[in-house]
């Protein structure tokens, strides 16, 4: 009996996961990042605009936010992307040399504004992008 009650509890949560986390129409969980380079990058984002300073080390979260050479990986997120834009009119993602980021001291990059790239991007913008972001 404890099988059958153990299978269906995982079951319901796939099917759970399965429907809850898809991208629909209105509501996207997912933002695309493409890396067309030949070097690896880390990325992170940012929902505090107009505050567009970055706050935390993006190489802590391993390879969640890391795009090797000419790779692509989604950031996932628990709710809609939409409604952030309800608190704020754009979210940052700050695109950094992963080489730069592995041997520089997060101070420093912080200190020296050590990024590849800033994108400050509305509702629209990720909506014209086809929720992906392309560096470079």
């Not at 996207?28 to 935390?56: Q, R």
């Not at 000419?70 to 979210?91: I, R």
């Not at 695109?95 to 790239?117: G, N, R, S």
Request: negative net charge; glycine residues 2%.
């Amino acid at each position: 009996m404890n099988i059958k009650i153990t299978f269906i509890a995982i079951l319901s949560l796939l099917f759970i996961y399965a429907t809850c986390c898809r991208d629909k129409k209105d509501c996207h969980y997912n933002v695309y990042i493409n890396n067309n380079t030949d070097k690896a990058i880390y990325f992170n984002l940012s929902a505090s605009y107009p505050d567009t300073l970055f706050y935390y080390n993006p190489t802590v979260e391993g390879d969640i936010c890391n795009v090797n050479p000419h790779k692509h990986t989604n950031e996932s997120h628990n709710s809609c992307v939409e409604g952030y834009y309800l608190q704020v009119p754009k979210l940052i993602y700050f695109i950094y040399d992963a080489q730069t980021l592995e041997t520089t001291p997060w101070d420093t990059v912080k200190k020296k504004y050590m990024i590849l790239k800033r994108y400050e991007l509305t509702l629209q913008d990720l909506e014209n992008m086809n929720w992906t972001v392309t560096y470079p």
